[in-house]
């Protein structure tokens, strides 16, 4: 593994392209400056919605629309350098400027809102207007947590506060925060960051693992406190908006918006709980094969298969990629390979760039873009999969709906992009089927998407829930009690086998996700469904290819679990998580006989 390049050290060819939206950093002011006016003129509609609501809601969404590359030009800027002063500046030029907007355009749903039902009914049901029926219908299913005019005002001015935790905890840990070195075995130094972490933990050698492990933990414990502040702000951030908006919970909050139930959540926790002891079957059976007389945390990423190695630069890792999914038609293939070669892929680890992997696709009339920090090894081949599994569906939804139904919900965010896993995997299996250790190594990878995404991250929506409760019930966030609940929750799931080492604890800290609350379930019900979805394209080809690719064009034109139907997967009932969860351990089985 190399060490950390500077960005200038990069070729051209892996860096993403962000002069498909605007040419250079002037056009973006001269945009922004531009939209600003628009916004300023719409500001004339305050107080006058009702006397024309269908040619207001239509100019709205043309302001929405010309917001999208601003936004994300300023956004993507800073992503692969938050350290560089300019990207810095643009964005917090961005985040002043998004205040304002939102503070001027605050008036429009509540005069909406304040208008009479079934005239609202009546705009919906209006075939000139069907680009905005689903904008208007979660109007109307919202009405009782919407605000007066002057309220929904003060709460579009706290934009910039409400973002707060979550800028001073990526500042602290991209830029501010330093790691201490890993000493390899042959006693040279290497850099340990966020972005490196991953070769670290899988490393063959056990030193190299716990070095890496005690590292990053050990040095998020030394800013325990602040993080937890800034932890604890976010989570008070959500209660008040959750009071404010009459919701009964935080976690309804966020779900009742999206049209999820939440007994989705309570059936995910209770159904991982249910196989907790299968996991632990799995975790036995690692113990054994790697020759451990203890299983510890910083154990749990090396690959189980010792001597087998892929080693996987990016382009060829890109190329094992498109094989794996060629089940998915040749239009979908021509779009991954449009994307690797035109500007939308931003690949190595550079210093100062954001850790960790993402597609941003909410630009209609530009290509989505994807973050990534590869690492020559099979995980993180699977990553260039699900990341590009995003796109798709931003890609697929942006060409089928019109601007207000393109994007999709969260709850199925995940899907297409686990989707695209799922059946590489199953794909590779198939390729490597006459090579044991090939199968034991592949098989390993699909048990650990498994641990990694289902129970991983179930794990970390209990947390999540546990946090909120806490603060809705007026206990305190103080690190000492976050970390109890963390490492609590570590015991229960992985205690059975493991030792569940103290440093484990301040996990918690270091995942960014936690700030964009009740989000991470979504991963896992996401790979539930998609376990079900591959399944089927798989069996049935063409036909179930053309349901999923109805899924992948759907955007917000019905309801998350009436899209997912169009696909043939129902997540309002626990079976498909089950499901899922069985071929967990039938895969299980197979690895113990390839074995």
């Known amino acids: 593994m190399a060490d950390m390049k500077k960005r200038s050290e990069i070729a051209a060819q892996y860096k ?18 531009a939209t600003f006016e628009e916004v300023k003129a719409f500001a004339a509609w305050e107080g006058k919605v009702a006397e024309d609501p269908r040619t207001a809601i239509r100019a709205y969404f043309e302001i929405d629309e010309k917001m999208a590359p601003v936004f994300s030009y300023a956004f993507l800027r800073k992503e692969t350098d938050n350290g560089d002063p300019v990207a810095q500046s643009l964005k917090a030029k961005l985040m002043q400027t998004a205040v304002q907007v939102q503070t001027m355009l605050s008036f429009f749903e509540p005069e909406l809102l304040a208008m009479d039902e079934a005239v609202l009914e009546e705009i919906a049901a209006d075939p000139a207007m ?18 007066p005019k002057e309220q929904e005002k003060l709460m579009a001015m706290m934009g910039q506060l409400a973002s707060a935790p979550q800028n001073i905890f990526s500042m602290l840990t991209d830029v501010d925060m330093k790691f201490p070195d890993v000493i390899m075995p042959d006693g040279t130094a290497r850099t340990l960051t966020e972005g490196t972490y991953s070769s670290f933990i899988r490393d063959a ?94 154990d749990l990423y090396t690959p189980m298969v010792s001597d087998f190695k892929m080693e996987l630069p990016y382009d060829k890792a890109f190329d094992m990629m498109l094989e794996g999914l060629t089940p998915m038609g040749e239009d979908y293939l021509a779009k991954l390979r449009e994307a690797r070669v035109g500007g939308w892929i931003d690949v190595f680890p550079s210093e100062g760039k954001s850790s960790g992997a993402f597609s941003s696709g909410g ?64 794909y590779l299996l198939e390729q490597f089927k006459d090579d044991k250790k090939a199968q034991a190594y592949l098989l390993n990878h699909f048990l650990e998407q498994f641990r990694t995404t289902c129970f991983r991250q179930t794990m970390f929506a209990e947390f999540e ?121 039938d895969t299980l089985e197979k690895f113990k006989a390839v074995l």
Not at 22 to 29: G, L, Q, R, S
């Open 16 to 33: 993403w392209d962000l002069t498909h939206i605007y040419p250079n950093d002037e056009a973006w002011e001269a945009a922004m400056a």
């Open 130 to 147: 069907s680009d905005y029926d689903t904008f208007i219908k979660g109007l109307l299913r919202q009405k009782s947590h919407a605000l």
């Open 205 to 298: 050698n056990r030193d190299v693992r716990k070095q890496g492990f005690d590292g990053i933990m050990g040095t998020y414990g030394k800013y325990a406190n602040t993080i937890a502040a800034t932890y604890a702000a976010n989570v008070q951030k959500d209660v008040f908006m959750a009071q404010a908006r009459k919701y009964s919970s935080c976690r309804a909050a966020k779900m009742e918006p999206l049209e999820i139930p939440e007994e989705v959540y309570d059936n995910l926790i209770s159904v991982i709980h249910e196989f907790i002891p299968v996991l632990n079957d799995y975790l036995a059976l690692r113990k054994t094969s790697m020759g451990l007389n203890e299983l510890h945390m910083y």
């Open 363 to 426: 630009l209609r009339n530009v290509h989505p873009y994807v973050l990534l920090n590869h690492n020559d090894n099979l995980s993180d081949t699977f990553t260039i999969a699900h990341e590009l599994g995003h796109s798709m569906h931003s890609f697929y939804s942006n060409q089928n709906q019109p601007a207000p139904k393109s994007d999709y919900s969260l709850f199925v965010a995940e899907v297409a992009s686990t989707c695209n896993e799922a059946v590489m995997m199953r």
């Open 465 to 585: 829930y546990i946090a909120h409760t806490m603060a809705e019930n007026g206990q305190p966030l103080t690190k000492d009690a976050l970390t109890k609940v963390y490492y609590d929750l570590n015991k229960q799931y992985y205690g059975g086998v493991c030792e569940v080492d103290e440093l484990i604890g301040n996990e918690w800290l270091r995942i960014p996700h936690f700030y964009r609350s009740f989000y991470v379930y979504v991963y896992a019900t996401g790979l539930c469904a998609a376990v079900s979805l591959s399944e089927r394209i798989l069996n049935e080809g063409e036909s179930a290819v053309k349901d999923y690719r109805k899924f992948l064009s759907a955007g917000s034109s019905v309801p998350p679990i009436e899209a997912l139907k169009l696909a043939g997967i129902d997540m309002s009932k626990p079976e498909p998580i089950r499901a899922a969860m069985n071929v967990f351990k």
